[in-house]
């Protein structure tokens, strides 16, 4: 399983089980009596709304990698499980993830268990790549549906300010390429520490 920590103001979006399940239309992949925490386990998730439209963002606790999904509809909020495995995959695909990373990965996915425990320091982190997402969505006059199809470090690893006359600079708010190596680290002592059991 995958812990979850959300916002209330996600919360009240997911429809939950007892145990903080999801209540998935889909048949699961994963075992209902699942009760060890996945290598993956521990983000914040945030729903944002962009455009008007329903947006979550999830950052990882340890590691501070973000997932984005972009444009969710009502019925989409029970299937949060499979949105958050194909924004992750998706996300580690365009950061360049070799295929023993992205096996690994996979490997590890698991349901989501949703509660309201939250670390200020990672929700601080969170509220910051949201503003940034929203920034770059007015500046370049963008949509949110365009921001689903853009690569992921352009979601997470620029944010354009203005330094005077009209000019713009690129400023890296996050380096995607020391996260990548975090996660990466992350994903294979775990992997690896579970195999040695």
Request: charged residues 25%; aromatic residues 8%.
């Amino acid at each position: 399983m995958i812990r979850l920590h959300c916002t209330k103001k996600l919360l009240a979006k997911l429809p939950l089980r007892e145990g903080g399940r999801l209540k998935n239309k889909r048949p699961s992949h994963y075992p209902a009596n699942e009760g060890d925490e996945s290598p993956l386990s521990g983000w914040h998730a945030n729903l944002i709304l962009l455009q008007r439209r329903q947006c979550v963002l999830l950052v990882h606790d340890a590691t501070r990698f973000p997932v984005f999904i972009p444009a969710l509809k009502k019925a989409d909020f029970a299937e949060l499980d499979y949105w958050f495995a194909d924004g992750f995959m998706n996300a580690l695909l365009k950061t360049g993830a070799d295929d023993v990373l992205m096996d690994c990965a996979h490997a590890a996915l698991g349901p989501l268990v949703c509660d309201t425990e939250c670390d200020r320091s990672v929700q601080g982190t969170m509220n910051r790549m949201a503003q940034d997402i929203e920034h770059m969505l007015w500046y370049e006059d963008a949509s949110v549906m365009d921001l689903a199809r853009a690569g992921h470090e352009e979601i997470t690893a620029c944010r354009r300010e203005h330094v005077g006359c009209g000019e713009v600079r690129t400023a890296p708010f996050w380096d995607v390429a020391r996260n990548r190596l975090a996660t990466v680290r992350f994903l294979r002592h775990h992997t690896l520490h579970r195999m040695e059991r």
